[in-house]
Antibody, heavy 121, light 107 residues
Framework: EVQLLESGGDLVQPGGSLRLSCAVS????????MSWVRQAPGKGLEWVSG????????HYADSVKGRFTISRDNSKNMLYLQMSSLRAEDTAVYYC??????????????WGQGTMVTVSS | DIQMTQSPSNLSASVGDRVTITCRAS??????LAWYQQKPGKAPKLLIY???YLESGVPSRFSGSESGTEFTLTINSLQPDDFATYYC?????????FGPGTKVDIK
């Protein structure tokens, strides 16, 4: 069974840092792009960052560019999101998501259950 | 930047109704559009990809269509399990943007 399991969400002060992790199982992770998508409380979905199957190609939303870093370790079947200079507006549930196709990285067929990040003093 | 709009933002319907949700792109996006269903406290679920292709395991009462920059999600014979929020998503590799969502609730 294909599964994604996020962890690392926490309460952090503005300006602080946090690393989210996503454990991947049930498929050959290096074959698929992965992304982080977030959802602020009561709001819609916002794509945050994506990474190619090999890890050599990374992309970011303008709202997080220069503050967040996505990475992956295919040998450990893990996806990461390093977040720094956190702001109140980064408060959200963060989902990791798997690309549906190895040839198209932006449509997601498997999602994790989400991990909550709260940025507040 | 490509903007995605959805209408209506809220929709009240009854079990058995035929429901239509529209998503419009601010410019041509070819068929790079997906639809997701999300229930409270849960992750989104992929329903439709490439505008009209039904994801495996999704009931056939769900369908997608396109006409230019207008995309439609249709639910034939709404079921109790279908009350949820629906999002469209434009994707073109890592250019990804979601619509604001349409909440379908019980009339």
């Amino acid at each position: 069974e294909v599964q994604l399991l996020e962890s690392g969400g926490d309460l952090v002060q503005p300006g602080g840092s946090l690393r989210l992790s996503c454990a991947v199982s049930g498929f050959t992770s290096r074959m698929y792009g992965m992304s982080w998508v977030r959802q602020a409380p009561g709001k819609g979905l916002e794509w945050v960052s994506g990474i190619s199957g090999s890890g050599g190609d990374t992309h970011y939303a303008d709202s997080v560019k220069g503050r967040f870093t996505i990475s992956r370790d295919n040998s450990k079947n893990m996806l990461y999101l390093q977040m720094s200079s956190l702001r109140a507006e980064d408060t959200a549930v963060y989902y990791c998501a798997k690309a549906r196709s190895s040839s198209s990285d932006g449509c997601f067929d498997v999602w994790g259950q989400g991990t909550m990040v709260t940025v507040s003093s | 930047d490509i903007q995605m709009t959805q209408s209506p933002s809220n929709l009240s319907a009854s079990v058995g109704d035929r429901v239509t949700i529209t998503c419009r792109a601010s410019q041509t996006i070819r068929s790079w559009l997906a639809w997701y269903q999300q229930k409270p406290g849960k992750a989104p679920k992929l329903l439709i990809y490439r505008a009209s292709y039904l994801e495996s395991g999704v009931p056939s009462r769900f369908s997608g269509s396109e006409s230019g920059t207008e995309f439609t999600l249709t639910i034939n014979s709404l079921q109790p399990d279908d009350f949820a929020t629906y999002y469209c998503q434009h994707y073109d590799n890592y250019y990804i943007t979601f619509g604001p969502g349409t909440k379908v609730d019980i009339k």
